[in-house]
């Protein structure tokens, strides 16, 4: 049974940087498209970045240039690093993964069929 915990959330003035881990337990996170989406309070899910399988990697335009998603392989976790933060980035952040294993694309529309249980970031001064 595939378990994701997410980590590293936290309160940061604008202009700073966190960096968000998903862990995983029971089985190999390389093999899964993983997924970061955020929900801000009144506003719908979004999907921030993915990197599928083969490395390919995939991000929100409101992101590009900021976050950068990649895998520890070692530690089955895969991390999402978030810089120059902005106030309207605030939100529940959540990891995701993929049903199907070995999936080489990702897109925010995938069945994404687990999930954690989100971890809040907040950008204010």
């Known amino acids: 049974q595939l378990q994701l915990v997410e980590s590293g959330g936290g309160l940061v003035q604008p202009g700073g940087s966190l960096r968000l881990s998903c862990a995983a337990s029971?089985?190999?996170?390389?093999?899964?498209?993983i997924g970061w989406f955020r929900q801000a309070p009144g506003k719908e899910r979004e999907g921030v970045s993915c990197?599928?399988?083969?490395?390919?990697?995939n991000y929100a335009d409101s992101v590009k240039g900021r976050f950068t998603i990649s895998r520890d392989n070692a530690k089955n976790t895969v991390h999402l690093q978030m810089t120059r933060l902005k106030p309207e980035d605030t939100a529940v952040y959540f990891c995701?993964?993929?049903?199907?294993?070995?999936?080489?694309?990702?897109?925010?529309?995938?069945?994404?069929?687990?999930w954690g249980q989100g971890t809040q970031v907040t950008v204010s001064s």
């Open positions: 995701a993964a993929d049903r199907d294993p070995y999936m080489p694309i990702c897109t925010f529309l995938r069945s994404y069929d687990h």
């Open positions: 029971g089985v190999t996170l390389n093999r899964y498209i």
């Open positions: 990197i599928s399988s083969s490395g390919d990697k």
